[in-house]
């Protein structure tokens, strides 16, 4: 058999095929030739084919089993003291550092597997570098700093936050509805001047100024000219936002649809908050915009619970036009309202009317708004205003973004800590236009 140069067991399984045809047709002559016996010689030369193919097999086979070891030598490189092995573990070793440093808990295992530990600077710098000394269970349960969640206090069904997050939901003897206290819908929605704004900031162009008409003395004389002074308001667009966290199993466990009921309570929120914005923000409010009339309660009258009738007619007495009183109505919070539909003459009758008529929430003919955005009465005291009048109209509303409701759940602490957030966000302004037009009732200072 001549020399056969074979590089791996693909080829040399190729050579072995190759020799078996050869061995089957060499012996399928063979037996032809056995059955005449007139040529003997033909017989006896076939055989010795055939017993030399044969051995040329089995040293073939041999060959095979030589390279097979060769290239299991081969795969196992990485495991051998060579050069190429060192560099390959030097450069295992970076990258699990790099991953250890963004927070990979599977990286830090790998490191102390692999005889690694973290070190930091000494306080001491004439000490160099600290290290953990110990076993390597102590080193990562308390050296390997791992990424926590994003929130601390994400709603649970098992309380391991603590407070019980979420774990009075879960159990199976709880009915499926959300016993709570719904927040009443915005009273303001619907009433203000709501507008698109295009920018952070935006101007109104105001006027108080009224044009008149003068009657010439004849034909001959010259007409009287009008002038306009104009101003403006400010409507400056700022975001407000808010999320939850809450973890997968919860999700899971829960009988209440958490997702649409978060979604809701954040909503009735929003009207609130919007009420508030729009009336007695301390920044954005009607009732804290330079230029609004007051009306200051008599001396004595320090509390919410003396408002009265009288009162409530004075902040009307506060716009001196029928033009600043179109369309304006009474802001106040329902239980300061109380203390107005439940104020008695001297008969002990209700002023307002008898409460099994249904008392019309109107007072001096105009409309009351009760909202919970304006001041309740637990939040009586000296200088305060609780009470607004004027057209909702001149409340201007600037929206950017409306409200927006998204889940995020494909971020690293939903991988990691199964947390998934529910954010509201919304970009809105607030400006009363024309506080000239308003009045606001407040309590006496002493």
């Known amino acids: 058999m001549g020399d056969i140069n074979v590089t791996n067991p693909g080829e040399l399984s190729n050579v072995l095929n190759d020799h078996q045809k050869d061995i089957d047709a060499t012996k399928a002559r063979l037996d032809q030739f056995q059955a005449f016996e007139e040529i003997p010689d033909a017989v006896t030369k076939l055989r010795e084919e055939t017993e030399r193919l044969k051995g040329e097999n089995e ?71 600290t290290t953990e000394e110990g076993v390597r269970e102590k080193h990562v349960n308390k050296d390997v700093v791992v990424k926590a969640g994003l929130s601390s206090l994400p709603l649970t069904g098992d309380d391991s936050v603590g407070s019980y997050y979420g774990s009075y939901t879960i159990p199976v003897e709880y009915r499926g509805e ?18 698109p704004v295009p920018g952070i900031t935006s101007y109104v162009p105001t006027t108080t100024d009224e044009l008149t008409w003068t009657a010439v003395t004849n034909q001959n004389t010259d007409k009287n000219e009008e002038t306009l002074t104009f101003g403006r308001a400010t409507l400056t667009t700022v975001t407000y936002a808010s999320y939850i ?67 409530m ?21 329902v239980t300061n309202w109380d203390a107005v539909r439940t104020e008695k003459d001297a008969d002990g009758n209700y002023k307002l009317g008898p409460p099994n008529d249904g008392i019309a929430q109107r007072c001096w003919g105009y409309p009351v708004i009760v909202s919970d955005g304006m001041p309740d009465s637990s939040d009586t005291a000296i200088s305060t205003a609780f009470v607004a009048f004027g057209n909702p109209r001149f409340i201007w509303n600037g929206v950017k973004v409306g409200y927006e409701f998204k889940i995020y759940d494909q971020t690293q602490s ?21 506080p000239s037009a308003w009045a606001k009732l407040t309590t006496a200072a002493s």
């Open 414 to 434: 939903a991988m990691e800590s199964g947390q998934i957030f529910l954010r509201v966000r919304t970009r809105q302004a607030f400006v009363c236009a024309v």
């Open 245 to 311: 966290a809450i973890v997968e199993e919860f999700l899971e466990d829960t009988l209440v649809a958490a997702g649409a009921a978060i979604r809701d309570m954040f909503g009735e929120a929003w009207g609130k908050k919007f009420d508030t914005l729009a009336l007695s923000d301390s920044t954005y409010g009607a009732m804290s915009t330079t230029g609004i009339n007051s009306k200051v309660m008599d001396t004595g009258d320090v509390a919410f619970t003396d408002l009265n009738l009288e009162y």
């Open 313 to 333: 007619h004075n902040l009307i007495q506060e716009l001196d036009s029928q033009n600043k009183r179109n369309g304006a109505r009474f802001f106040i919070h």
């Open 178 to 195: 959300l016993e709570r206290v719904a927040l009443d819908n915005s009273a303001m929605m619907g009433l203000v001047n709501t507008v």
């Open 59 to 129: 040293q073939l086979k041999e060959k095979m089993k030589e390279v097979t070891i060769a290239a299991k030598a081969r795969g196992s490189w990485k495991a051998e003291d060579t050069k190429e092995a060192k560099a390959y573990g030097i450069g295992k070793t970076v990258q699990l550092m790099l991953e250890a440093k963004q927070g990979s808990r599977r990286a830090h295992v790998d490191l102390v597997n692999m005889g690694c530990i973290s070190a930091k600077p000494s306080s001491d710098p004439h000490q160099g570098w």
